[in-house]
Each structure stands twice: as C-alpha cells, then as structure tokens.
C-alpha cells in the first residue's frame, strides 16, 4: 500500500510541475498573442495544480508548528468550473450571449477565506487546548458547498455543449469540438469521484478515499492545458489563414498557370476542351477545392454535367484522376502560404486543414506525393 500511496503522489506531483511548466510556457515563452479564452485556460490548468501541490503537501507530511496556516486550507478547487466555463464561452466567442461566473467564485472565495480564518482566530484565543473540531466541521460544509457550486456550472458547460451549438455556428466551421466532449465526460467522472470521496472521507475519514480523484485532477491538467492550448490557437490561425485566402488575390491560384499536363488535348475535340477550362476556372475561382467534402458528384451537379464525363474530362486533360487533381491545386495553395513570409507564425497542420485537407496525416501524404518534401522540410527552405 505505502508504495501504490507514493507512486501516486509522485504522478500527483508530476502533474503539478506540468501545470506550472504549462502556465509559464503559454505566458511567457510562446509568441502567440495571449487572448481571454488563454487566460482563462491558464487559470484552470493553474488553479488545479495549486490544489493538487496543496494536496501532495499534505500527503507527504509537510507541516508547521504554526497553528494558523497549519489550518489554512486554500479552497483553490472553487475556481475550477468557473475558470473553464469562462473559457469556453470565449473559446466559443459566445461571451457576449453567456454570462461568466469569474466574479460569484471570487466572491465566494474571498467570503469563504474570512471565513476559516475567523473560525482560525477564534479556535486559537478561545478554544482550550487549540481544539479544531469547529474547523473540521468547517471543512466538510465549505466542500459540500463548493461542490455543489461546481456542479451547477458544469452542469452549464453541459447545457454550451451539447445543447446550445446554434450559439456558435461561426467556430463549429473550423473544430467539430469533438475534444471539448470528451474532456467534458472526463470532467464529470473526476466530479464524480469527488463526490465519492467527500462521503467516503466523511463515512470512513481515510483520506485515501481522495486518491482516485487526484488521479483524474492530474490527467485534466494534461488534458486540458495541451488540447485546449492546441485547439485554441489552431482555430485562431484557421480563421486568419481563411480570411487571407478569400481577401488576398496574390494568395489565389493563378489561372492559366497551373502545373498540369495537357499532352492529350491535341487529340480532344474544342468542346472538350472548353469544358475542362470551364471546370478549371469554376474550380479554381469559387475555390471549390477548398472544401474537403468536395465529391464528384457535387461538382458535377454544381456544373450541370454528368459524373462519367466530368471524371472524364478531367482525367485526360489533367493527367489526374479527380482526388489528385482536386489535392494538386490544394497543394499549390498551401504551397503559395508555406512560402510566404506572413505565415511563417502559422502551424502547418492550420495551413493544411485550411487547404481543404481534412486532417494532419492526409495533408502530409498528397504534399510528399506532389513536391517529394514534407510540409516541415518545404517550410525550412522559405522561412
């Protein structure tokens, strides 16, 4: 038992150290703009670490002869759900529609830390022989109401989630949020294992009842401080790059000079001909091939041809079956943003998902298949 206890106070410690290399990472070393939903998200990562050091501190037998921070017990754990409900609705840029509850918890908070150190003061000048039962009794009731607080905004975050995605069709373009669920789902069980263990330590007062729920705190910090780190400014870089495509001609597909073979098309009658530059220039001038569920069925009803003879056209005039050529002038478009110094700051995979791939391993793929490089090797030889 005492060494299952140290191995996980040693995870316990492990995430702690990460938070704290996490918050000072995205403060002060990255180059990316800091914005609300960062702050927010630092303040979640920093605020469950700070719990878990107060934690491990108290499992590996850290104390003081001094009775006041002895009891002093920062409730640190209060600020969790409101920290990444204000997150999310930023994240989600709703925080003009949802309101935050940053300012109850701070409240809250502040009342609950007069609290304990009034029934501190009080046990220390008026109790016989420092009796901390009342502080004891204390703890339990500030627990339980702070648990119910953090369940009422999670329960919130649900509701943003999963039933409210009309408020935010604007990020759903760019994140499917699909990691926003599971970390909610991880949310609740570690919420759960917190309600577990306050009746747990209540009915038996081990506090090793608490060890499952420190387990879960640790694995969010990782959970959320890389996902949401990640996700958060690869949407903000999606948005720009898309922005740049749509307003910028410079970072269009020049027509009429694109890297195809047209050996056969001596051999085409001139009205084959006129239809393929009819598909090239819709293509490319609606930047259909932005779209990553373009199919050949959609384009050819978008054209008014028929499938047969649109996979027709475009296999002989292009030397491309339809998915190459579709990824070939993706390509040339990501290459037109790999190779100008404004996007240096920008991660591939944005440039790539913004080129109409719909994922990291596809994009690398048709990059290597067309230029002989990967994106990171094409990259160090621009910026």
Excluded at 280 to 290: A, G, M, V, W
Aim: a positive charge; one cysteine or more; charged letters at 20%.
């Amino acid at each position: 038992m005492d060494t299952i206890i140290k191995i996980i106070n040693f995870i316990l410690l492990a995430g702690v150290i990460q938070g704290f290399v996490f918050n000072i990472f995205t403060i002060h070393i990255t180059k990316k703009k800091v914005g609300w939903a960062v702050i927010y998200l630092n303040l979640t990562v920093l605020v469950l670490s700070l719990n878990n050091l107060q934690a491990w501190l108290i499992e590996v037998g850290f104390s003081t002869n001094n009775f006041f921070f002895k009891q002093l017990l920062v409730p640190w754990y209060m600020f969790i759900s409101p920290t990444f409900h204000a997150f999310l609705i930023h994240y989600l840029r709703i925080q003009k529609t949802i309101k935050s509850y940053i300012k109850p918890a701070i409240i809250i908070f502040i009342i609950e830390l007069i609290l304990r150190i009034g029934l501190i003061a009080y046990a220390y000048y008026f109790l016989a022989d420092l009796d901390d039962s009342i502080i004891k009794d204390y703890n339990i009731f500030e627990e339980i109401f702070n648990a119910i607080f953090n369940l009422f905004i999670f329960y919130k975050c649900l509701r943003i989630v999963f039933a409210k995605q009309h408020l935010y069709p604007f990020i759903l373009k760019y994140d499917d949020i699909g990691w926003l669920r599971i970390f909610l789902k991880l949310g609740g069980f570690v919420l759960f294992l917190w309600l577990v263990g306050i009746i747990g330590f209540n009915i038996s007062g081990e506090r090793i009842v608490y060890f499952p729920l420190k387990l879960g705190t640790s694995l969010l910090i990782y959970w959320i401080g890389y996902q949401g780190f990640y996700r958060y400014h690869n949407v903000n870089d999606r948005i720009s790059i898309r922005r740049s495509i749509s307003s910028n001609k410079a970072l269009k597909i020049n027509e009429g000079k694109l890297d195809m073979s047209l050996s056969g098309q001596n051999e085409l009658n001139s009205k084959h001909q006129k239809d393929f530059e009819k598909i090239d220039s819709y293509i490319i001038e609606k930047q259909s091939y932005l779209d990553p569920n373009l199919g050949l069925e959609e384009l050819a009803n978008q054209l008014d041809m028929s499938p047969t003879h649109l996979s027709k056209i475009i296999n002989t005039y292009s030397n491309y079956n339809f998915s190459d050529y579709i990824n070939s002038l993706r390509i040339q478009q990501a290459k037109k943003l790999l190779n100008d110094d404004s996007f240096c700051r920008y991660t591939i995979v944005s440039i790539g998902l913004e080129c109409g791939f719909n994922s990291k391993s596809t994009f690398y793929s048709a990059f290597k298949k067309f230029t002989s490089q990967t994106p990171s090797e094409y990259r160090e030889t621009t910026c």
